[in-house]
RNA sequence: GCGCCCUUCGUCUAUCGGUUAGGACCCCAGAUUUUCAAUCUGGUAAGAGGGGUUCGACUCCCCUAGGGCGUGCCA
């Protein structure tokens, strides 16, 4: 490829189900390739399997790529509407002499392929070199690739090298099949020549198609674009990702409560590295990308790691955003939020933010505010409230009602104070105290749980616990 | 079976012939401490095995083992 030709990739899924997070990290990997040279990011969507492509599948592709912040240049390209130029080529080739015309199905390619291994060779049909004659044109029939028989084929790869193919070991791929309908292949090729892509990037999974398409772009006389294959990403027992491992849809992560820059942060450590930089801004991976840089061997997913990655995005997020996610979880687990809880989880989620993994655990962490009173107190709960401890907490009670400072600071002194005037440390009464406000869920520091709850809500608290002895 | 690819701490990775093999996550210890966390400090932990090449190999070559992918009229 010429230097001087700008980049353009692209990603091509195929709509046949969810989106898979392997997928997402080869978009993510070609977004970041084409932002860094300046180029463009195309979309392709591969829906010329009618059996198992659908409309819904297509919209998840679309959800996912907005989700994950990789946004497509241009127009989305969906490749079974591209048929007829499919068509056109194979037909070239056809007429090239490049390709032929096959009979065989059923049993007959069975015993044919199982003969050509026997020989130690790829498939070759024996109408390779039979003339069709008339009647067996009406006949259906596919359309095969008329490999080359002897030789190398050399496919330069930017992450694994130059990896050397005997061409007996390329089957003559269909090209057509005998229902007119292209093949993936074929319809590759043809497509990222018509788009201009000049670096195909994707899973490891390709390297051997690789040679078979670079055999058809050589057919064509076309340049071949770079391709770089990146290893596929595994799950945390090193088999191949898939849905026993917990999560593999990019949907699922979002469900877990991820978010999409920790996603993008963490996809892009995996399988890349820039040195030691381990926590980057999108405009630093785009910077920093080079596809050269791309490890060769599989990476396993690493829940650790994302939760780490996840809390640091957490930290970083506004506040806002952080609620209306907040919000979407309880709507999901049927206890949509009213406008007085949501405003109650703005004002907590900068007291908890610094102590959750995912937006799940936030929403857990605010769950303290909710509670409705009376809170009926645990009997671990109950064990703390001892006479003495229950004697003081009346007196703290009394000082926070008469104190004018409800402020998250103005409590910390006060608390402070009241246990340097007591001359105890807070292990004797914060306990109870934190039992008493929250039933029993985590909370953050005692002086925010107090504040955020708020003066009304927290005396309240109290009184139901402590006004049988006040 | 055949073809191709891969192999550094448990995990993600740095190293691109000469380093006490570095960083991050996890884990452990200490500090802090009002729950759970968070935070800070410190620590444990690695070149799959065997041959070469070289003054010198994690790094280059070969073999073996293990893992992955492909071997479709799926993509």
Redesign the pocket.
């Known amino acids: 490829m010429s230097d001087s030709k700008p980049v353009v990739t692209r990603i091509a899924p ?1 709509p046949t189900g969810s989106m898979h997070i392997g997928t997402a990290r080869t978009a993510l990997f070609n977004y970041l390739y084409a932002k860094h040279c300046g180029g463009q990011f195309l979309l392709r969507i ?1 829906d ?2 009618r059996e ?1 492509s659908t409309e819904a599948s297509v919209q998840v592709i679309f959800d996912g790529l907005a989700w994950l912040g990789l946004p497509f240049d241009g127009e989305v390209v969906f490749q079974f509407a591209r048929a007829e130029r499919h068509r056109e080529v194979v037909l070239a080739l056809l007429d090239a002499g490049k390709a032929y015309r ?4 059923g049993d007959a ?1 069975t015993d044919a ?1 199982d003969k050509a ?1 026997a020989a130690g060779h ?2 070759r049909s024996p109408w390779r070199d039979r003339e069709p004659r008339p009647e067996d044109l009406a006949k259906p ?2 359309i095969r690739f008329r490999g080359p028989l002897n030789g190398d084929t050399v496919v330069r790869d930017l992450v ?2 130059d ?4 061409n007996r ?1 390329l ?1 003559d ?2 090209l057509l ?3 007119g309908v292209p ?3 074929l319809a590759v090729v043809v497509d990222d020549h018509d788009m201009g892509v000049t670096h195909i990037i994707r899973g ?6 690789a040679a078979r398409q670079t055999l058809i772009y050589q057919a064509m006389g076309w340049d071949a674009p770079d391709f770089a294959h990146i290893p ?1 990403i595994h799950g945390d027992d ?3 990702l898939s849905k026993r491992h917990g999560a593999t849809a990019v949907t699922d992560f979002a469900t877990l409560g991820y978010l999409p820059e920790a996603m993008r942060n963490y996809l892009a ?3 890349w ?1 820039h ?2 930089a ?1 926590l980057f801004s999108d405009a630093d991976a785009i910077a920093w990308f080079d596809i050269a ?1 791309a ?6 997913l ?1 829940w ?2 994302l939760n ?1 990655v996840n809390a640091h995005y957490i930290r970083l997020a506004d506040d806002s955003r952080l609620t209306d996610l907040v919000a979407d979880v309880f709507a999901a687990r049927g206890e949509p939020l009213d406008d007085a809880r949501r405003a109650q989880a703005l004002r907590t989620i900068p007291l908890v933010k ?2 959750a993994k995912t937006i799940l655990e936030l929403a857990d962490q605010l769950v303290f505010v909710f509670q409705a009173r009376p809170i009926v107190l645990s009997e671990k709960a109950l064990g703390l409230l001892t006479d003495e401890t229950r004697a003081r907490l009346v007196r703290l009670s009394d000082q926070l009602a008469a104190t004018n400072d409800w402020s998250a600071e103005g409590l ?1 002194s006060l ?1 402070k104070a009241f246990a340097e005037a007591e001359s105890v ?3 004797k009464f ?2 109870a105290l ?1 039992a008493i406000l929250t039933g029993g869920s ?6 925010r749980t107090l504040a955020s709850l708020g003066r009304d809500e927290a005396m309240a608290r109290l009184n139901d616990a402590l006004s049988p002895f006040a």
């Open positions: 195929s591969e010329t399997d198992r096959c009979w065989l199905s390619l392929r291994k790829a498939l029939h596919a694994q090298g990896v050397t193919f005997r070991d089957d791929l269909v099949r005998s229902d093949t993936y292949n490891d999974d390709h390297l051997n198609n596929l090193g088999a191949k450590r995996l399988g590295s040195g030691d381990e840089n490890n060769k061997g599989a990476a396993r690493d650790d790691k780490h610094e102590r910390d608390l440390g807070f292990g914060g306990p934190r985590a909370s953050p520091d005692l002086h």
